[in-house]
């Protein structure tokens, strides 16, 4: 039986403002990409940021060939962000991940390993431990996430977690236009309706400890429903998959509750 070959990845990294995680998430990117795949690509979309994240990245850039920067010249915000980077893989895998390493690159093994099994075209993440951020965070997940599941017919745990590994073919099939964060919902919701399987899996949560967060605001918020109620209709519309493969209903995947102190 001949051996498969290990599929090529790209990780996509939006970044604004993230001098002080960047370098890190690229190293351990690279250290996780080049234990699980030999061919992978790094796209780091710089959201014209205003700090010396593009200097480090430009940095790492010329140590690296297969880490590439795109610049944006003015501010568009996770979804802008997320659309150029998507545009530019072009490896067999994507994958997204934010700049303040949510969680452990490594994964990613794990994430390729689900795939296979089970015939997913998507594995999306979703934080085990979504309680150590406060109340006040933990709520909004929790209403956000159920406000999707009721809209849209289908229940996901967490659907603004960055983890989303994907095939290519996903994203060449779907159109996305959330400029925001709405972008996650968008873009499992779309996915969803045009007939590709998602598989859901629980990853350990690590919340930022460097820099700020610019997606949890009021203002960040009240953009995520603006555009909700602009794209609904789009959202809501199924369309055929784009290959005669029938897709198959995959559940998600219980991990047990990690131990962490």
């Not at 996780?32 to 030999?38: G, M, N, R």
């Amino acid at each position: 039986m001949p051996e498969m070959r290990t599929p090529s990845v790209s990780l996509v990294i939006p970044m604004f403002n993230e001098e002080e995680n960047i370098e890190h998430a690229v190293d351990a990117a690279v250290e996780a990409l080049t234990k699980y795949t030999d061919d992978y690509e790094i796209v780091i979309v710089d959201d014209a940021s205003s700090d010396s994240s593009p200097m480090l990245v430009a940095r790492r850039v010329a140590e690296n060939p297969r880490i590439r920067m795109i610049r944006h010249e003015k501010n568009r915000k996770l979804g802008g962000a997320l659309k150029s980077g998507f545009a530019a893989a072009t490896k067999d895998l994507v994958l997204y991940m934010d700049a303040d390493l949510p969680f452990d690159p490594d994964v990613l093994g794990r994430a390729m390993r689900a795939m296979q099994v089970t015939g997913a075209d998507v594995i999306a993440g979703y934080r085990l431990d979504r309680t150590i951020e406060g109340p006040k965070r933990t709520l909004y997940s929790y209403v956000y996430n159920a406000l999707i599941g009721v809209l849209f017919g289908w229940p996901h745990r967490d659907i603004n977690f960055s983890f989303k590994l994907m095939k290519r073919e996903v994203i060449e099939a779907i159109d996305l236009k959330a400029e925001g964060s709405l972008i996650d919902a968008e873009l499992i919701v779309k996915a969803k309706n045009r007939g590709f399987a998602i598989q859901q899996i629980g990853l350990d949560y690590f919340p930022r400890i460097r820099g700020q967060s610019h997606l949890s605001s009021p203002r960040v918020i009240l953009k995520i429903f603006a555009e909700l109620v602009k794209l609904y209709p789009e959202m809501r519309r199924r369309m055929p998959r784009p290959t005669t493969q029938r897709p198959r209903a995959v559940e998600p995947i219980e991990e047990a509750r990690s131990r962490r102190k």
